[in-house]
């Protein structure tokens, strides 16, 4: 058996010298996931205007409540940073004159539960497990931050409004302030470094 458990000890480490180029995005860090509007020229907007308000949805609750600042902005920075001026003559959002680019958050939070059985087994020892007591359960709130900008500029008269981008950070919101906030922060960051083709035209 001590054989077997070798042999299998040192296919696993060949497998993994195999496989040595592993993306850090899949290993660190937040995850983020992207996604843009194919027909969306982005070189054509030149404002924006982010909604201060944001929603979070936890089941069937639904609060809108002022955005946190650090949030805010972000955001802010990082729309500044790639060259659109930020648009405060807009009264939204019947007013005239609107920016090209409005933005939206939203929180969306969810529970997961995951159970830990207490034994643990052995294939190669005897084939054996040992058992000592009753599993344990487990119960942590995830949350997903969704960022949408919104074409405002070809907004049609009536109708749904099209979003040009969107970016979701997930498991940044877990109801842990001093723990979310700076993962949310770095899951914008992330979200807009990955999207290069975000930028002003001249």
Do not use: H
């Amino acid at each position: 058996m001590r054989n077997r458990a070798l042999l299998l000890t040192a296919a696993l480490a060949a497998l993994v010298g195999c496989y040595v180029e592993v993306p850090d995005e899949v290993i660190s860090g937040v995850a983020v996931a992207t996604r843009r509007d194919p027909g969306a020229d982005f070189a054509a907007f030149q404002t924006f205007r982010i909604n201060p308000e944001w929603k979070t949805l936890d089941g069937d609750i639904e609060v809108v409540e002022p955005m946190p600042t650090q949030i805010f902005d972000t955001i802010r920075q990082n729309l500044l940073d790639r060259g659109y001026v930020e648009d405060l003559t807009w009264i939204p959002p019947d007013g005239a004159n609107p920016p090209d680019l409005g933005v939206q958050v939203t929180g969306v939070i969810g529970q997961v539960t995951v159970y830990y059985p207490d034994y643990w087994c052995d294939p190669y020892y005897y084939y054996s497990c040992w058992y000592w007591g009753w599993g344990s359960v487990d119960s942590y709130e995830v949350g997903t931050l969704i960022i949408d900008l919104i074409d405002l500029y070809g907004a049609p008269i009536s109708g749904n409004l099209p979003t040009a981008w969107t970016a979701l950070a997930y498991g940044v919101l877990g109801g842990y302030p001093t723990y979310d906030l700076p993962r949310a922060l770095e899951g914008i960051d992330r979200a807009f470094a990955q999207s290069p083709y975000l930028q002003a035209g001249n």
